[in-house]
């Protein structure tokens, strides 16, 4: 597969975005490609487009697949394993932000609780620590039913808030321009 300086720019930029967001370069370019590909791609196609080894690709796809942003399909008179990429990019940020909030927010979430826990059974402990740990629990308690209530709107839905961005902040304004602290 042949591609553009167009192509090959996002899919550079793509794989250096996804080293910044924790991700493996590899990944994130075996993703870029999938997604401005018009049609699914097997293996050794990936592998020789981006130039890598076979045995990355594969490990990069079943990391994408366990993701769930990209999905195997089968094409008729091939026998090989074809792969495409979601398309939907509201979509793919839903998958991406519920996996991130799984792995990142989710322990740090439940340690916060236990430690809250412990320190009430105990009684001990600086009141100051327990202060803050019931605030940052509060916090992330709070976020994470937001983002829950968010992600499982209807994209269309979802569509319609991110547009309303500038005017949300105009319509819960109070006139105080002051932040809470």
Known sequence: MSLSSIEQRFILHWGEMGTRWGINRTVAQVHALLYISPRALHAEEIASTLAVARSNVSTS???????????????????RDHFESVKNVWEIFRIVAEERKRREIDPTLRVVQECVNQLKKAGAGSAYTRERLQEMLGFLTTTSGLFEELVNLPSDTLKG?????????????????????
């Open 61 to 79: 796809l079943r990391e994408l697949q366990g993701w769930g942003i990209v999905r195997l399909v089968h094409v008729l008179g091939d026998r």
């Open 161 to 181: 808030i991110a547009r309303l961005r500038g005017r949300l902040k105009s319509f819960f304004s109070t006139g105080n321009k002051q932040r809470e602290p």
